[in-house]
């Protein structure tokens, strides 16, 4: 397994934003949004408590709102001019956080104001990446519609199309392929998606390769 999916670790961003929270001390606001408190952050932006405000880690208030799935968090902080394209660790974005952490209704909703579904990382990793490698179906289509390349390769040219067969989804795997993804495409290791299937001998998904 080469450098992109290894970095496919769940909770990983997670950890990262607690621990700089921890770091830094925090704000009330960002303590608000991790606790859960609706109402708290509703009288915070009242208040004139500033939507955008960071620790130095980059993590944003909207980050931490996308991370937890709360759509009504994300309303309010978008509503105060919140940024939806603020980066955080590895140049993630709260769009980033939403799809990581499978949360449909909040990525929706980031993405019906504007946020980019191409979004790359630092290894040029794009959400539909994330979402491949997930196996979220769902969330798949749903960046699909808002014009996610199915064919964008990461820093180790693996496409989302490699994250799913590697992790054996097919049912991703099958929409991809509907979608475009280029089934020939190779990694710098001179691997396609079907190669990197067989591998982790996810027969389903050899078949679906082999069938076109």
Same mark, same amino acid.
């Given at each position: 397994m080469n450098m992109g999916l290894q970095r496919m670790a769940r909770g990983l961003l997670a950890g990262l934003l607690l621990a700089g929270c921890a770091r830094q001390g925090g704000n009330a606001l960002i303590a608000a949004i991790k606790s859960g408190q609706t109402n708290a952050v509703r009288n915070l932006l009242a208040q004139g408590?500033? @939507?955008n405000v960071a620790l130095a880690s980059g993590a944003a208030? /909207?980050?931490?709102? @996308?991370?937890?799935?709360n759509p009504v968090m994300v309303e309010l902080l978008l509503a105060r001019g919140a940024k939806l394209d603020a980066r955080f660790g590895d140049g993630v974005t709260p769009l980033w956080l939403a799809v990581e952490n499978k949360h449909l209704e909040v990525a929706r909703l980031l993405l019906a104001r504007?946020? $980019?579904a191409n979004v790359k990382d630092i290894?040029?990793?794009t959400p539909l990446h994330i979402a491949a490698g997930n196996g979220s179906l769902e969330m798949v289509d749903l960046l699909l519609a808002h014009q996610a390349v199915a064919t964008a390769a990461n820093a180790q040219g693996e496409t989302p199309l490699h994250f799913a067969a590697f992790h054996g989804y097919a049912p991703v795997v099958s929409r991809l392929l509907a979608a475009g993804a280029n089934a020939h495409a190779k990694t710098e290791q001179g691997k396609t998606a079907r190669d990197l299937a067989l591998e982790q001998k996810h027969a $389903?998904?050899?078949? /679906?390769?082999d069938q076109r």
């Open positions: 408590a500033d @939507s208030p /909207l980050h931490y709102a @996308s991370q937890g799935g504007g946020a $980019d290894q040029h990793r $389903d998904v050899v078949a /679906l390769f």
